[in-house]
């Protein structure tokens, strides 16, 4: 029966080189395969957009092969699982994991990262603040960057997915907040809607000065969404024992050439400082130790999230170029129809 169903798949059709745009993706359909012993059909409810996807893509591999021409665009995704012959799965189970761009899914349970068990809480959250988004700033802010009480707590990419959760994490530690966001309109959401201590625009000409006045007893903890010339300005203001945690590198359009930049070391040496990167892959043990204490605080409201929901799969090719225009606010998702209307 299953046989007989089709799955419409955003492939990526050619290779980009840096940020990819809708021309590199097209949509494709296929039939949806008879389950084997030991797998599962989810149906996807929610795809997500993330910029590591940019890496994903490009010829030169990260920390991940990239997705070869053809293939289904990697993502995380969350849904329901409608049919089963695993015995760790059943029927109605609400799941997230690397399903990726696509209606329909098989899996043997490999890609799964978790069962989504929040009660009353959207299952949407399972790829924002309550997944791979807020693991991020969980556990990179905790384990990584170490925040004491008082410390000044600098974020790039503030108002994003992920910098937002880290902000308001770093509050809940009793830490004091510094902003980084882009333009006016995203620079002031970090101030009434995050709750930052201060905030500043990257894209304004006293950016310097802004940075200054924020952090009159220099940075304590940089949470590095961005690399470039941001990274270049905060570092000059670390304190003694900073910490800097490394977990994105938005700003930097293609390693080929190899950017070139300030030479950072000697501020490091200087402060006896540390830079370390961060990979959520590698707390995957711990997940449903980060969720444990995310989810209260999103139920309490220390922990507030902002979503922005494209609908529809058509919507999907274009996605992640218009992250990188900054056209999101908030975590971007892609919202699939109802089962209804997935063909079947």
């Given at each position: 029966m299953a046989a007989a169903m089709k799955n419409r798949q955003v492939v990526l059709a050619s290779r980009p080189l840096g940020i990819p745009q809708a021309e590199h993706f097209r949509i494709a359909q296929a039939d949806v395969p008879d389950l084997r012993d030991g797998q599962f059909l989810v149906r996807n409810e929610f795809l997500s957009v993330e910029p590591a996807m940019r890496g994903w893509v490009n010829a030169a591999a990260n920390y991940a092969d990239p997705v070869p021409i053809g293939g289904v665009m990697r993502s995380f995704a969350a849904g329901t699982v409608t049919a089963s012959r695993h015995a760790g799965y059943a029927v109605g189970d609400k799941v997230m994991g690397m399903l990726g761009w696509q209606e329909w899914a098989v899996s043997d349970g490999t890609g799964i990262r978790r069962k989504v068990r929040e009660a009353g809480l959207p299952l949407s959250l399972s790829l924002g603040v309550l997944g791979i988004n807020g693991l991020t700033a969980y556990f990179a802010l905790t384990e990584v960057g170490q925040p004491r009480p008082g410390d000044t707590?600098?974020?790039?990419?503030?108002?994003?997915?992920?910098?937002?959760?880290?902000?308001?994490?770093?509050?809940?530690?009793?830490?004091?907040?510094?902003?980084?966001?882009?333009?006016?309109?995203?620079?002031?959401?970090?101030?009434?809607?995050?709750?930052?201590?201060?905030?500043?625009?990257?894209?304004?000409?006293?950016?310097?000065?802004?940075?200054?006045?924020?952090?009159?007893?220099?940075?304590?903890?940089?949470?590095?969404?961005?690399?470039?010339?941001?990274?270049?300005?905060?570092?000059?203001?670390?304190?003694?024992?900073?910490?800097?945690?490394?977990?994105?590198?938005?700003?930097?359009?293609?390693?080929?050439?190899?950017?070139?930049?300030?030479?950072?070391?000697?501020?490091?040496?200087?402060?006896?400082?540390?830079?370390?990167?961060?990979?959520?892959?590698?707390?995957?043990?711990?997940?449903?130790?980060?969720?444990?204490?995310?989810?209260?605080?999103?139920?309490?409201?220390?922990?507030?999230?902002?979503?922005?929901?494209?609908?529809?799969?058509?919507?999907?090719?274009?996605?992640?170029?218009?992250?990188?225009?900054?056209?999101?606010?908030?975590?971007?998702?892609?919202?699939?129809?109802?089962?209804?209307?997935?063909?079947?």
């Amino acid at each position: 029966m299953a046989a007989a169903m089709k799955n419409r798949q955003v492939v990526l059709a050619s290779r980009p080189l840096g940020i990819p745009q809708a021309e590199h993706f097209r949509i494709a359909q296929a039939d949806v395969p008879d389950l084997r012993d030991g797998q599962f059909l989810v149906r996807n409810e929610f795809l997500s957009v993330e910029p590591a996807m940019r890496g994903w893509v490009n010829a030169a591999a990260n920390y991940a092969d990239p997705v070869p021409i053809g293939g289904v665009m990697r993502s995380f995704a969350a849904g329901t699982v409608t049919a089963s012959r695993h015995a760790g799965y059943a029927v109605g189970d609400k799941v997230m994991g690397m399903l990726g761009w696509q209606e329909w899914a098989v899996s043997d349970g490999t890609g799964i990262r978790r069962k989504v068990r929040e009660a009353g809480l959207p299952l949407s959250l399972s790829l924002g603040v309550l997944g791979i988004n807020g693991l991020t700033a969980y556990f990179a802010l905790t384990e990584v960057g170490q925040p004491r009480p008082g410390d000044t707590v600098v974020v790039s990419t503030a108002a994003g997915a992920v910098g937002s959760a880290v902000g308001q994490i770093a509050k809940i530690a009793g830490c004091r907040t510094v902003g980084i966001a882009g333009g006016p309109t995203k620079r002031q959401q970090c101030l009434d809607e995050f709750g930052y201590d201060a905030a500043v625009d990257y894209k304004a000409p006293d950016f310097i000065a802004q940075l200054a006045a924020a952090c009159p007893r220099g940075v304590d903890v940089y949470y590095d969404n961005t690399s470039g010339s941001i990274t270049d300005a905060v570092v000059q203001r670390i304190n003694k024992n900073a910490r800097i945690v490394v977990c994105g590198t938005a700003s930097v359009s293609s390693w080929d050439p190899w950017p070139s930049g300030p030479r950072i070391e000697r501020h490091l040496l200087n402060k006896s400082a540390r830079m370390q990167g961060f990979l959520v892959w590698d707390y995957e043990h711990r997940y449903e130790e980060a969720v444990a204490k995310l989810a209260p605080w999103v139920r309490d409201g220390r922990l507030k999230y902002r979503e922005e929901i494209l609908d529809g799969l058509e919507s999907a090719p274009d996605a992640i170029a218009g992250l990188y225009r900054g056209e999101n606010q908030g975590k971007r998702l892609i919202r699939l129809p109802p089962e209804a209307a997935h063909g079947v």
